[in-house]
């Protein structure tokens, strides 16, 4: 078995990257490997020979991330390092950490670090790949504390990083970290928002049947215009292809846009329009869609009359 794994490119890479490391912090002192089910297994057995030859007193134990199959006798008086395939989002991390933290004490851990191939949260103390994270990040992949975070600053823009950090449990730096890697990965941004409720009245849904190349001019029509709030386009096969979703400080400001922007279009086949109040949902608050008031309005006939443009 130490034969066969030490011989795979993988434990290769893994040792050659962090080896030397690990073997340093284990120094004079008795070590532990603890491989994580499934894939450290693989890495921790590798190691664990590698560091037998090198003479080093160390043990090998496996456990999952709440610490189910750990052999305590293995781990007691040791330095410990946990080893694991990669850390992707970060959850399993805190999830083996809190386990280790509550045995530290009670084992009389030295200490504990963590090796991993890929560390794409860089929460890793060793690692042989730092990977980006993904371009897609799902919702879920957040941890508490970053909702938190976001959830603040979407009730109240202004508040401060020392009345976050009261609300979280961290320091003020800590929030400024965590809003700094949440502003990198593109997950949040700061700008100002428009109070529809005290400009408009109403908004409209349009729902467009058309062309691929009249949904291109549409598109390219409304994307900039001060009225239009949102613009989804649907695949073939659907009844509309493109829903226009616009805001209005009267009815008769939809039915100018309707029949002098949309209808005269030779490319729409079919439209229906529905009319109603503000949104509920983004609650009052939505991004201001100004155009560049040196540029004409879009409506043309009336742009000496449109509010966005005076």
């Known amino acids: 078995m130490k034969n066969h794994l030490l011989s795979q490119?993988?434990?290769?890479?893994?040792?050659?990257?962090?080896?030397k490391d690990v073997k340093d912090y284990f120094g004079k002192d008795k070590g532990c490997i603890i491989a994580l089910e499934d894939d450290g297994i693989f890495y921790g057995e590798g190691l664990y020979y590698w560091l037998k030859e090198k003479k080093k007193?160390?043990?090998?134990?496996?456990?999952d991330d709440y610490g189910k199959g750990l052999e305590e006798d293995k781990v007691k008086g040791r330095k410990v390092v946990i080893i694991d395939n990669?850390?992707?989002?970060?959850?399993?991390?805190?999830?083996?950490?809190?386990?280790m933290r509550e045995a530290k004490s009670k084992l009389k851990i030295k200490d504990v670090k963590v090796a991993v191939?890929?560390?794409?949260?860089?929460?890793?103390?060793?690692?042989?790949?730092?990977?980006p994270s993904p371009s897609f990040q799902a919702l879920r992949d957040l941890d508490e504390i970053d909702l938190k975070i976001i959830k603040a600053f979407s009730e109240e823009g202004r508040k401060s990083f020392v009345n976050i950090a009261k609300?979280?449990?961290?320091?003020?730096?800590g929030v400024k970290n965590r809003v700094e890697k949440l502003i990198e990965k593109e997950l949040i941004d700061f700008h100002a928002l428009l109070n529809v409720e005290k400009v408009y009245s109403l908004s409209a849904?349009?729902?467009?049947?058309?062309?691929?190349?009249?949904?291109k001019e549409l598109v390219k029509k409304f994307e900039n215009c001060p009225l239009v709030y949102n613009l989804v386009k649907f695949p073939a096969g659907h009844h509309h292809n493109l829903v226009i979703g616009i805001l209005a400080p009267d009815i008769d400001r939809i039915n100018d846009l309707v029949t002098k922007q949309i209808r005269p279009n030779s490319e729409?086949?079919?439209?229906?329009?529905?009319?109603?109040?503000?949104?509920?949902?983004?609650?009052?608050?939505?991004?201001?869609?100004?155009?560049d008031k040196t540029k004409k309005c879009l409506c043309k006939e009336r742009c000496n009359e449109c509010e966005h443009f005076l």
């Open 268 to 291: 729409v086949r079919s439209l229906e329009v529905d009319i109603g109040e503000v949104p509920v949902i983004p609650n009052k608050h939505l991004p201001p869609n100004f155009a």
């Open 9 to 19: 490119k993988p434990i290769q890479k893994f040792i050659d990257g962090i080896g």
């Open 57 to 63: 007193d160390v043990t090998l134990t496996i456990m």
């Open 167 to 173: 609300e979280t449990g961290l320091t003020p730096v």
């Open 205 to 215: 849904s349009i729902s467009i049947e058309a062309s691929n190349k009249g949904v």
């Open 86 to 99: 990669d850390i992707v989002t970060g959850k399993a991390y805190r999830k083996v950490m809190a386990f």
């Open 117 to 131: 191939l890929c560390d794409r949260a860089k929460m890793a103390d060793f690692s042989v790949e730092d990977y």
